[in-house]
């Protein structure tokens, strides 16, 4: 069955710290994975986004792991921001899919605190 | 460039009532397009998808319906709405092509079954 599951389900971190978030997937045959950060209240915008061969990616103070051995993908943020309050959505796409091959987690909730 | 515009932002309608809710893509032809539901700290889940005019693929049976008039345009309706179509409902597109699947999402529309 093609999952995706993320942990913690719910984060608080002090401002300027460092978090990472987790993301396992079961998804076969699998095409790319993608963060997403989600405001409350607004449509999700991507972050990153990693094919197969990719085990790294960063978009600015966001960096993306992929193990596709392992199935499993972090994504770490680095001098966290205010502004970086936010649900982080892992997606998971399979290979040559429609539509309905597009897996998504349920989220991690990040709060940033002062 | 590409942008998705999705309206209403928030909606309050009464059991029993219509829905219309409307979404376009500019700056792109012959766009994949989605409508998800979110419900409150929940996944999105997929509701409708369309790979071209009058072509709408449902996912999950349900008191909505969705239709494409127009190659950027895709409306999520329903005749008599219920209570439990309360949700926070995402439109989105992807390029047309096999396997890549990256979804640009709209800014969401809030519902409110009352």
């Known amino acids: 069955k093609n999952q995706v599951e993320q942990s913690p389900q719910s984060l608080i971190i002090l401002e300027g710290k460092n978090c990472t978030l987790q993301c396992n997937y079961t998804v076969s045959p699998f095409s790319n994975l993608r963060w997403y950060k989600q405001d409350t209240g607004r449509g999700p915008v991507s972050l990153t986004i990693?094919?197969?061969?990719?085990n790294t990616k960063s978009n600015g103070r966001y960096t993306a792991t992929l193990d596709a051995d392992t199935k499993q993908s972090s994504l770490h943020i680095t001098a966290s921001q205010l502004s970086d309050s936010a649900s982080y959505i892992c997606v998971v796409s399979a290979r040559y899919s429609s539509a309905s091959k597009i897996i998504f987690g349920s989220g991690t909730r990040l709060s940033i605190r002062p | 460039s590409q942008t998705i515009h999705q309206w209403p932002a928030t909606l309050v309608q009464p059991v029993g009532s219509p829905l219309s809710l409307e979404c376009t893509v500019e700056?792109?032809?012959?766009?994949?397009l989605y409508w998800y539901r979110q419900a409150a700290g929940r996944g999105l889940q997929l509701l409708f998808y369309?790979?071209?005019?009058?072509?709408i693929s449902s996912e999950v049976p349900q008191n909505l319906s969705a239709s494409r008039p127009q190659d950027r345009q895709f409306i999520l309706s329903s005749k008599k709405l219920l209570l439990s179509d309360s949700g926070f409902y995402l439109c989105?597109?992807?390029?047309?092509?096999?396997?890549?699947?990256?979804?640009?999402f709209g800014a969401g529309s809030r519902l409110t079954v009352l």
């Open positions: 989105a597109w992807s390029i047309r092509k096999s396997g890549a699947n990256v979804l640009t």
């Open positions: 369309s790979v071209g005019i009058g072509q």
């Open positions: 990693m094919t197969f061969s990719e």
């Open positions: 700056g792109t032809s012959n766009p994949n």
